[in-house]
C-alpha cells in the first residue's frame, strides 16, 4: 500500500522558513517524480514544485521561484521543500504527489498518488 506522509507544516510569521517533508512508503521512490502542491481556503490545488526521479530537472510555480527549493533524499524515500521568506498567501494546506512517469511536471493530472496534507500558516 503506497503511503506519502507529510510533517512540517505549522504557524509561522512573515519572513520565516519551513522545511515540509514527504515520507514516501509502498512504491519504488528512486523512480518516482515528485512533486508539492498547496491548496488555499476556497481555492483551487495549485503547482508548487516538483522534482524529477534523478534530482536533476525541478521546477517552480512563479509565485515561490527563488523562495522555495525542493529536493529528495532516496536513502531516506523522502522529498522536502524548503520554504523561505514566507508570505501570508503561502498560507495553504501543503500535499506532496508521486508520478510513476519519474519526470517533472507540474500537471496535476498526471500525479498517481497523494498525500493527505500539512497546513502552514503564515502570520502578517
Known amino acids: 500500500q503506497v503511503q506519502l506522509v507529510e510533517s512540517g507544516g505549522g504557524l509561522v510569521q512573515a519572513g520565516g522558513s519551513l522545511r515540509l517533508s514527504c515520507a514516501a512508503s509502498?512504491?519504488?521512490?528512486?523512480?518516482?517524480?515528485m512533486g508539492w502542491f498547496r491548496q488555499a481556503l476556497g481555492k483551487e490545488r495549485e503547482f508548487v514544485a516538483t522534482?524529477?526521479?534523478?534530482?536533476?530537472?525541478?521546477d517552480y510555480g512563479d509565485s515561490v521561484e527563488g523562495r522555495f527549493t525542493i529536493f529528495r533524499d532516496d536513502a531516506k524515500s523522502t522529498v522536502y521543500l524548503q520554504m523561505n521568506s514566507l508570505k501570508p498567501e503561502d498560507t495553504a494546506v501543503y500535499y506532496c504527489?508521486?508520478?510513476?512517469?519519474?519526470?517533472?511536471?507540474?500537471?496535476?493530472?498526471?500525479?498517481?498518488?497523494w498525500g493527505r496534507g500539512t497546513q502552514v500558516t503564515v502570520s502578517s
Open positions: 504527489a508521486a508520478d510513476a512517469t519519474g519526470f517533472a511536471t507540474t500537471r496535476i493530472n498526471r500525479y498517481d498518488y
Open positions: 522534482i524529477s526521479w534523478s534530482g536533476g530537472q525541478t
Open positions: 509502498g512504491l519504488p521512490f528512486k523512480s518516482y517524480a
